[in-house]
């Protein structure tokens, strides 16, 4: 079976599909796998060091604002999707795929029309419980739409074609879930009994959810801290005095990229609410405070946020009303009082829509394909 995925601009759609990949290629090692991204794309060194084959198309996001610079900018993704759209077909009839599947992000929409054009079956995956502007487009033309939720469903009008799955969670992620916590700090050289506190804000960062854990640990000296400011925020290293520095409590990553024995290590997960931080917190039943990012399409976080929320599995506050007070009182509340075993509790009931979404998506691609 040779199976192209596509997928890009943030970790949240590129991380479902590499799990995805890992699981085909484990089901017969003889399956061919392409992955295609955005030229400069962040999601190239994510899939090259899952030992993935990667090729890029030249494509570009439009912008929604009303500005010369915008209006700049929009003209150049409009030159773009011609020239995305003659390297798509060009990889298409090259690599000659039985399948594509995309998970979203603006490289997905030229790639796949070009699919559909060439008459290759291909899938939608949509990790956000609001579904993104190319899923909706693209959704009438493709073989199935998955989502993860019935929150997601009610987005798309043509519902004879859905189906929930949830969303593929990496094998290590899994498999590290199930060993004991004690275990996971120990690889982690956490020797203490305080509880761990595992923060981040996505894989380019958050400035509100690094400025306030930097004040926890300046303030606080009751939690283990593991925390990602994230590549768009390297000044905050800077930040970073000695105390905090040489305090053997305290665990500051650009990225980090060890984020399985992270999971199993901690206590509580504080993050913004982008769709792979929510199937690995899902996946490894963790209790969480989700900080949705304002800054996104349609405001999607919050959708995610609000469906964790609505299942009495996570605390969700906005950005516009957190501070420093704020996010310690929902700390100490969640490892304190009897929240944190409900949360626990609470997600074990739903995460297996997510451990076992690959599974799932691999007997769809038999099916489609045998028909």
């Known amino acids: 079976m040779r199976v192209i995925l596509v997928g890009g ?16 290629k484990k089901q017969d090692p003889n399956n061919r796998i392409l992955y295609i991204g955005a030229k400069n ?17 030249t494509i570009s996001g439009f912008s929604r604002k009303l500005n010369l610079k915008s209006i700049k900018k929009n003209l150049i993704t409009l030159k773009n999707i011609f020239i995305s759209s003659l390297e798509s077909r060009k990889i298409l009839k ?9 998970t979203g992000g603006y490289v997905t ?7 559909h054009n060439l008459k290759i079956p291909f899938i939608i995956h949509d990790s956000n419980s609001f579904p993104g502007v190319t899923t909706k487009i693209l959704a009438k033309k493709a073989n199935k739409v998955l989502v993860i939720n019935n929150r997601a469903k009610k987005y798309l009008k043509n519902s004879n074609n859905i189906l929930t799955t949830g969303t593929p969670v990496r094998e290590n992620i899994i ?39 930097l004040e926890i640990m300046q303030k606080n000296n009751n939690f283990n801290i593991i925390h990602g400011y994230g590549k768009n925020n390297s000044k905050f290293f800077e930040k970073l005095d000695n105390n905090i520095l040489n305090n053997p409590k305290y665990i500051i990553k650009e990225y980090i990229n060890n984020m399985p024995e992270c999971l199993a290590a901690a206590d509580l997960v504080i993050c913004r609410a982008g769709a792979t931080s929510i199937s690995e917190i899902q996946a490894t039943c963790k209790p969480n405070i989700l900080i949705p990012s304002p800054n996104v399409a349609e405001n999607h976080q919050y959708y995610n946020a609000l469906e964790l929320k609505d299942n009495n599995c996570a605390s969700l506050i906005q950005e516009k009303e957190l501070n420093y007070n704020i996010l310690l009182t929902e700390i100490n509340r969640i490892l304190n009082t009897n929240l944190k075993q409900e949360y626990i509790k609470n997600l074990r009931k739903i995460s297996d829509v997510n451990i076992n979404s690959s599974v799932e998506i691999y007997d769809l691609i038999k099916n489609i394909l045998n028909k």
């Open 109 to 115: 929409g030229p790639f796949l029309q070009q699919a």
């Open 9 to 24: 601009g943030t970790a949240g759609h590129v991380n479902p599909a590499i799990a995805l990949a890992e699981y085909i």
């Open 94 to 102: 090259e690599f000659k795929p039985d399948i594509c599947i995309g």
């Open 175 to 213: 498999n590290y879930s199930k060993i004991d916590q004690k275990t996971a700090r120990e690889k982690l050289n956490i020797n203490n009994n305080l509880p761990v506190i595992l923060s981040f804000g996505g894989s380019l960062g958050s400035e509100i959810i690094n400025n306030l854990m």
């Open 41 to 57: 794309g962040m999601e190239k060194d994510l899939v090259t060091q899952a030992g993935f084959d990667f090729k890029d198309i």
